[in-house]
DNA sequence: CTCTTACATGAATCAAGGA
DNA sequence: TTCCTTGATTCATGTAAGA
């Protein structure tokens, strides 16, 4: 995965900051093909008529800002267009993009990445543990928020860490549908008033998540909707490099501070779990060479139906079929591929074992 | 809510038929304003690839068909602008749409809903139970569906019932995200070799929650992708009325049959019985990714004896041994198996607390 | 008959590296 | 660039087969 970063372009950059002014000229004035990540959560154009009162008569406090007020469709969709291509400027080829919404914006954001080129990887649904009810029972209660996941293109060589978000998950697959509690509590900023301090403010259990999953140590993450810094802070604490770009400065003030406040994680606890894939490739002669396996010993197919013998070279022989672990194995189960180091076995004292474990044994000389 | 009805208009329907041709040109010729609910389940265009084997190499039985075929993404969006204008015309003022996607269609069908006038109350997902896993590991598994509702204005006085929906929830509001299982065992219509009728074939519990909750009984409901029928036979088992449309006439032929072994349920029938489900299974992960426990935090087992540490991705290790909290509590143990739950504990102001109470901190906030 | 084990399969944009 | 080789990878269910 894309792991090595070109140091001359991030020597440029302004790493660990938070740039002050509109997004679209900020990116704009940073060097293309730069940055490995992008999370972007930009205004919802939420379309809220009147206020909104609870049961009891309280006010709700909805997102009314300035910021969030467009016009029509189409000057969202401007607005849209223009940051998505700002971004994707920067993006490095391997780089990826998440962005957030919900059902007002999210289509339309969905849409012009597929229109941009943007090779959509997964739609991702933050279901939120406790939603605001709907509090005049006129619609379902709105409980989830819908994340998008894409590369740069069709065909490029996106970052995911399989296993470690397999880990998060108890060791089954990571799905699309992540359940997170909104952001409150101790979590939740506030500024002099005690009112919150920014009205979507993200938790940090999404980030660490994204970051996680799909960067590594050391990645620039770029959040040019920085807000109260949700993506900074995490990043930070993950060893990660952030730029931030916040037009509010009162925004911009509180984020400092709070990042300001992080510890990054030590070493130990930042490595993640691996996959095999990132373990150097070990030819199956190299037994041989060392003698872990000697020609002529006989291999047994994991189901007991099939045996092969070993030759000088590290390759196999089988009734007439000569060949790779790989291949024999595929020739005679009749399967389009087969992974020779899983499927053969050699004997020791009596018991069946699997050539993989001498391959392990020279993986772990290596470390 | 609309509960009264034009009698004049649903004379001339073809109620409870499933009409021959292509969706728009039929949707065409039915009078304007004259159908309450339309629940479309277009082509998703799913641009694969190649083959898809799974790690036991058989191969995945993809959609392939020639019918979710589209040369462009213009060609797509074409498409959809014809098929959701005709179904525009034949809604009534207060009807409501239904549709259902996954990420490779939905951003565009939702930005043309949008685009037309529909007023968007609610995107809802069908998070599955049992989704097919990513065999390669390379993406999450894409474990949902998005699902799509809105009414034909702004303003419209849309069919909501709200406390059907609550009780359906065991009493409390109905969220945005449905768990629903695939459509598999029994319900799966097969031909006669055994194959699935319908590489598609939609849940009959997605459309009961779907029906009951934005139709009234006696209500008219078109389906312009009828398949297999699935809208049609809860239609009929709740006592509306249903209008399919499908080009294929081999789906045609499986749904009349189907359709015509349907019984409408009786009142009593109609009273929903949920059941108690589980706990939540909560991975370790989650606390770590929640604050709750930091990367780098040591752990102590419950008799003092071992301790280890925390790493971001909600793994431990303790000397060289990495691996779950239960795999690691084993290991140290030299015990077969361990439940990490309660053997690790974290200390907090001078106590000892097992990392469980944490998890059941998390399994009340989901209640 | 029950219980256990093996096998099948689902709307999927599902590989990387060296020659 | 293309071609070829290596070799990594699955969860929940339902049904059939076997004991």
Redesign the pocket.
Known sequence: ?NTTKPRAAQAALPLNQILAGDCIEVMNSLPEGSVDLIFADPPYNLQLRGDLHRPDNSKVDAVDDHWDQFSSFASYDKFTHEWLAAARRILKPNGAIWVIGSYHNVFRMGAEL?NQGF????DVVWRKSNPMPNFRGKRLTNAHETLIWASKNEGA?YTFN??AL?SLNE???MRSDWVIPICNGGERLKDENGDKAHPTQKPEALLHRVIVGTTNPGDVILDPFFGTGTTGAVAKMLGREFIGIEREEAYREVAKKRIAKIRKFDKEALEVST???A?P????GQLVERGMLRPGEELYSINGRNKAKVRADGTLIANDVK?????VGAHLEGAP??????YWHFKREGKQVPI?LLRQQIRAELH
């Open positions: 995965m597929q090779w959509i990887l997964n060589k399989y296993e397999k060791g089954v697959q996959s095999k894939r373990e490739r070990i030819p199956f060949g790779s672990i790989h291949q591929s087969c992974n020779g180091w899983t993989d």
